[in-house]
């Protein structure tokens, strides 16, 4: 089988900068493709970001220029620098990925930004 592993969610205030991270464990014969995706309450999941083993990225309108996806292939790892975090930001943070045809999804991490 197959689990992905989410850390560093947090508190932060306005402005501030969090790193997530997702850890891909099991069986892995190949991930592509890999994204976060958040989930605030009251509202319905939304893709936040995406990126595919080559490293073609693509990202949602409310974090274009704040938000960058990254993936070590190597480790198995992918990443979500935040910057300039809002608190709008605020949500429970999933990392996703495809395993051969098949998606996993992380435990989810929360992410709350104060003012």
């Known amino acids: 089988q197959v689990q992905l592993v989410e850390s560093g969610g947090g508190l932060v205030q306005a402005g501030g900068s969090l790193r997530l991270s997702c850890a891909a464990s099991g069986s892995i014969f190949s991930i592509n493709p890999m994204g976060w995706f958040r989930q605030a309450p009251g509202k319905q999941r939304e893709m936040v970001a995406t990126i595919t083993k080559g490293g073609a990225s693509n990202y949602a309108d409310s974090v274009k220029g704040r938000f960058t996806i990254s993936n070590d292939n190597a480790k198995n790892t992918f990443y979500l620098q935040m910057n300039s975090l809002k608190p709008e930001d605020t949500a429970v943070y999933y990392c996703?990925?495809?395993?051969?045809?098949?998606?996993?999804w992380g435990q989810g991490t929360q992410v709350t930004v104060s003012s």
């Open positions: 996703n990925a495809f395993v051969g045809s098949r998606p996993y």
